[in-house]
């Protein structure tokens, strides 16, 4: 069975980290570009960043460039995002999600653009970073 999970959520205070993973079951994970999503409530569930397999490349939103960072543990079937200096606005519901069924299953940009959520085809079930004091 294709399944992703992610774990490593929390309350944690302002300027704090967490580091999320995301543990694949059922496919190898380092064949395919994985993506870390977001959704606060009330807002679209927006692209944090993502790694390509291919070459390694990583892209992050500009909201979080410089505080967090992807990477790949291929031997662990997994993938983590690093979360540094955490702000109160990354209060969010953070997924991670692969394409299994594209061509462009390895990259994070096609045509010159960030691949949006609704080009990813298996997600995670989620899991809450709350950043409050």
């Known amino acids: 069975q294709v399944q992703l999970v992610e774990s490593g959520g929390g309350l944690v205070q302002p300027g704090g980290s967490l580091r999320l993973s995301c543990l694949a079951s059922g496919f190898t994970l380092d064949y395919y570009a994985v993506g870390w999503f977001r959704q606060a409530p009330g807002k679209e569930r927006e692209g944090v960043s993502c790694?390509?397999?291919?070459?390694?490349?990583?892209y992050y939103a500009d909201s979080v460039k410089g505080r967090f960072t992807i990477s790949r543990d291929n031997a662990k079937n997994t993938v983590y995002l690093q979360m540094n200096s955490l702000k109160p606005e990354d209060t969010a519901v953070y997924y991670c999600a692969a394409d299994l069924g594209s061509n462009a299953y390895y990259t994070c940009v096609v045509q010159g653009r960030r691949r949006t959520p609704n080009e990813f085809d298996y997600w995670g079930q989620g899991t809450q970073v709350t950043v409050s004091s």
């Open positions: 790694i390509n397999s291919n070459d390694g490349n990583t």
